[in-house]
């Protein structure tokens, strides 16, 4: 019988080293669909897309792509000291008669590119390395878009994108659909593969489990992980008297209660992440547990009781030292604490670390390994990881959840709210609203640096939490 899928691998098996990505791992995708892969982290949907692409050889088994092919991986491939312009083109510069390449067409053509994609806020004349991770997201996929694929397979493609751009980007997807194209994406947001997905593949271990048309998430966690999910976000209990944290960042006025977990929300790119970095490194003054404090750098706030897991915008660029071992990145944050007249106690670090790698289900083959080689959600399990090692009073929780599985997601949640029921304040800020709607005793409604709203939490609907952001905004 004639195949008629665009792509289509059976029987593949992959290992880099010890650990086995890929075993008799089957996938098809048909010309025409929008078709998502989804799978815990480590599950080894990056690995199966590489294998179908080409930048990775499988072991055993057969791969087959009919028609032009274009992806976009979890890492970015754009290079940072050329411009947009430059980096869109890189491939196929426009050319004069005699071949040579005519600069000047460059940002013209470009700007034709962009405005066809509907970017009209971007200078193609701007270096890479100065756009947000956002813009370089959106970039790369224009580069990949004005490929004119028939083939077109995105890792994560709105991890590093705000709402409005994953809405582009949604459009783009529908819109090659509907020309016949065959568009492939991973995400750990089960409203994105719901609202464009025409069948689903789950991936488990690194083989297929299903592909199906219809799937709730709740079945589709079961699928990923093997585990029944009850109640997606565990029940709050109230915050004690004391107050843990007081400050005055900029124009924002926090006070966090002892067991409190306080939201900070808004449209993102308010001044969130600065008034979480301000707090942890920013020449700021601020009272813990009653007692003032300066805090200059990050040293200071540990040794203050604050600590931070913080996962930047480009999760690769900061925060995790990639070649260093898994153990030696979640250990860092209490290094200091755990050393006698200099020397580490490697015992107590290797214990505590084991028991971190357990509880988040962190997927590494020992704790020794680099965590460059884990997959990009394990990457993040060790950043979170870092500050519950630490034992800080206060805890400021960064967009920790991004691009990390489903059950690991609720596994957190749970941890958060067990956190603040003993005592300890956090202060929480998430790209994904939902959870600030859910997890969350009082929100700070953010918008250009200052508090437009205070809502008392849990707040339940995160359209709520939107609205208010909004408001402000037609005051302006
Ligand atoms: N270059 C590599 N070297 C060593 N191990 C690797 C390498 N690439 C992948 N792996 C391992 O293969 C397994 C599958 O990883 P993969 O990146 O395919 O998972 P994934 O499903 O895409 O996860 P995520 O959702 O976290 O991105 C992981 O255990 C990972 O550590």
């Not at 480590?42 to 087959?64: E, F, H, Q, Y």
């Not at 878009?145 to 709402?163: F, G, H, K, N, S």
């Not at 449209?267 to 003054?285: I, M, N, T, V």
Request: charged share 25%; hydrophobic share 45%; aromatic share 4%.
């Amino acid at each position: 019988m004639m195949d008629t899928h665009a792509v289509h691998a059976e029987g593949v098996d992959r290992s880099f080293g010890g650990v086995r990505a890929l075993r008799d791992a089957s996938f098809a995708a048909r010309p025409g669909e929008i078709h998502a892969l989804a799978g815990e982290n480590g599950a080894g949907k990056s690995t199966m897309i590489k294998v179908l692409c080409g930048l990775v050889r499988p072991d055993r088994g057969t791969v087959r792509v009919t028609g032009r092919l274009a992806t976009a991986f979890q890492e970015l491939s754009l290079l940072p000291d050329l411009t947009i312009a430059e980096n869109l083109l890189l491939h196929d510069p426009p050319r004069g008669r005699l071949g040579l390449v005519v600069r000047r067409r460059l940002v013209p053509l470009a700007n034709e590119i962009l405005h066809e994609h509907g970017i009209n806020d971007l200078d193609p004349r701007t270096l890479t390395r100065d756009l947000s991770v956002a813009h370089r997201q959106v970039v790369e996929l224009v580069r990949v878009l004005a490929t004119r694929p028939e083939v077109l397979i995105l890792d994560e493609p709105t991890a590093a994108l705000q709402e409005q751009q994953v809405a582009w980007l949604a459009a783009h997807m529908r819109r090659l659909r509907s020309e016949g194209c065959c568009v492939v994406f991973t995400s750990h947001r089960w409203r994105e593969i719901e609202d464009l997905a025409d069948r689903v593949t789950v991936f488990r271990n690194g083989s297929h489990v299903t592909t199906r048309e219809r799937l709730t998430e709740s079945e589709a966690v079961t699928l990923m992980s093997g585990r029944t999910l009850t109640g997606a976000y565990p029940p709050l209990t109230p915050p004690a008297d004391p107050v843990a944290l007081e400050a005055r960042v900029g124009d924002v006025d926090i006070r966090l209660r002892r067991g409190e977990i306080l939201g900070i929300g808004g449209l993102a790119g308010q001044g969130q992440r600065e008034l979480f970095l301000k707090l942890f490194c920013g020449r700021q003054s601020v009272t813990v547990g009653g007692t003032q404090r300066v805090i200059r750098r990050p040293k200071d706030a540990i040794r203050a009781g604050i600590g931070i897991a913080y996962v930047p915008e480009d999760r690769k660029a900061e925060g995790l030292l990639l070649p260093m071992s898994v153990r030696d990145n979640l250990a860092l944050a209490t290094l200091e604490r755990r050393s006698v007249a200099g020397f580490v106690r490697r015992a107590a670090e290797h214990r505590a670390v084991r028991d971190i790698v357990d509880r988040l289900a962190v997927r590494t083959a020992s704790t020794g390994h680099p965590v460059g080689t884990l997959s990009g959600g394990n990457q993040q399990k060790v950043l979170m990881g870092r500050w519950l090692l630490s034992g800080a009073e206060v805890l400021l929780l960064f967009d920790v959840t991004r691009g990390v599985d489903a059950a690991t997601k609720h596994d957190f949640y749970a941890l958060v709210a067990d956190l603040a029921a003993q005592g300890r304040a956090v202060l929480l800020y998430s790209s994904e609203t939902e959870e600030i709607a859910h997890l969350c005793h009082r929100v700070l409604v953010m918008r250009e640096g200052r508090v437009a709203a205070e809502l008392e939490g849990p707040v339940g609907d995160a359209e709520l939490i939107v609205a208010a952001a909004m408001r402000e905004r037609e005051h302006v």
